[in-house]
């Protein structure tokens, strides 16, 4: 679930249109700029639920698996992502067409 503008990104991509490829560039940066704001809190919580963890917290990995209706199996492999901070607008912009 999500708001309507994911459902959006998530539906471009499901139907492989003309822009899925900057949809799905979309969703990877949603998902790495909140990673990036909370990955020091996240990181302890992984180790709290799984301390035999502890000496390779800084070497996690991260990533997430869209659930989206009409989805195909191989659009919802779990993507792994890099979090990322969220800068200006600018920078966005410029993300979505690299």
Request: aromatic share 8%; hydrophobic share 30%.
């Given at each position: ?21 900057i949809s ?73 067409f690299s």
């Amino acid at each position: 679930k999500g708001d309507e503008k994911s459902a959006a990104l998530a539906s471009n991509y499901r139907d492989q249109g003309m822009m899925a490829g900057i949809s799905k560039k979309q969703l990877d940066s949603g998902v790495a700029g909140s990673l990036y704001r909370d990955v020091d809190k996240l990181k302890e919580s992984v180790v709290r639920g799984y301390p035999q963890l502890r000496k390779a917290k800084d070497e996690l990995e991260w990533g997430y698996k869209l659930a989206y209706e009409g989805l195909s199996d191989d659009l919802g492999k779990i993507q792994e992502i890099e979090p990322k901070e969220q800068k200006g607008v600018f920078d966005g912009i410029k993300n979505i067409f690299s």
